[in-house]
């Protein structure tokens, strides 16, 4: 079993930057592909963006590619998400998840499905 906890979740003013992090319970942090997904009020959880094992793939939603970074350090058993140009639409809990099958898991990796163990989901306010 993984725990994931989420961090650094607050409010911002648009176009404003924030730094959230997912620290893992896992001796075998670098076997997980991982993932970034958000969930405003009243609708469905969306995936944002996604990290390959060793950080050298990542791949993001169109609505904020270019805005959002994820990375990894896999001696610190944490992934972040880098959020610049935040707008008031970003405004959702957002989520850290991990796939522990990266190679093979069910699914297409940017649906929820996909991952395995989810974190308990940081807020993110976006003032305008």
């Not at 995936?47 to 094992?53: A, K, L, P």
């Not at 707008?87 to 991990?98: I, L, N, Q, R, S």
């Not at 099958?101 to 305008?128: C, I």
Request: net charge positive; proline share 2%; aromatic share 10%.
């Amino acid at each position: 079993q993984v725990q994931l906890v989420e961090s650094g979740g607050g409010l911002v003013q648009a176009g404003g930057s924030l730094r959230l992090s997912c620290t893992a319970s896992t001796r075998t942090f670098s076997s997980y592909a991982m993932g970034w997904f958000r969930q405003a009020s009243g609708k469905e959880r969306e995936f944002v963006g996604r990290i390959s094992r060793s950080g050298g793939v990542t791949y993001y939603a169109d609505s904020v590619r270019g805005r959002f970074t994820v990375s990894r350090e896999n001696a610190k058993n944490t992934v972040y998400l880098q959020m610049n140009s935040l707008k008031p639409e970003d405004t959702a809990v957002y989520y850290c998840a991990a796939d522990e099958n990266p190679l093979h898991g069910l699914g297409v990796p940017t649906t929820t499905t996909r991952y395995e163990y989810w974190g308990q989901g940081t807020q993110v306010t976006v003032s305008s």
